[in-house]
């Protein structure tokens, strides 16, 4: 057995001492990675402000405001968990690194697939919608596939 911050040679007769280097908020690369971050934040703040002042327009109102709303709130929190990765790493990081990695792209996966669905389903009838269908396009219906596709997801992990 190896001891704390040390490995075994391949023949396991010797062992070598390693220091742990994290990266810090000074490096270069964590500065990039922070400017990024803020860049992203910036440009998806700005689509909300966006969408939320134009919100009466025909565009916005059929762009289906509540995954629209989900979508940019998920990327707004995945950009600023992205601090998470230059922390040092501690129980608390890593579980959060777990949800930035999995959760969150999962997030945005489904909401494009529920809009995409949603725009298959309305320009594939050729008349009205039957009142099954529309039931089906609803958000509180939307919203419960999304946390459904995300609560089995997480259960894989």
Not at 62 to 88: E, N
Request: with cysteine.
């Amino acid at each position: 057995d190896c001891a704390e911050n040390t490995y075994a040679d391949s023949n396991q007769s010797k062992y070598f001492e390693y220091h742990l280097d994290y990266p810090r908020w000074n490096d270069a690369s964590s500065i990039a990675i922070a400017t990024l971050s803020l860049l992203g934040l910036f440009i998806t703040s700005t689509t909300a402000v966006i969408f939320v002042y134009h919100r009466t327009k025909p565009v916005i109102k059929s762009a289906d405001v509540t995954l629209s709303t989900v979508l940019l709130i998920a990327l707004s929190l995945s950009y600023i968990c992205i601090s998470v990765l230059i922390l040092k790493p501690t129980n608390t990081t890593c579980i959060l690194q777990l949800t930035i990695v999995f959760i969150w792209p999962i997030v945005y996966v489904s909401c494009l697939a529920i809009k995409t669905n949603r725009l298959r389903v309305v320009f594939s009838q050729k008349g009205k919608l039957s009142r099954n269908k529309r039931c089906l396009l609803g958000n509180t219906i939307q919203l419960l596939v999304l946390a459904a596709v995300c609560a089995m997801s997480a259960v894989y992990l």
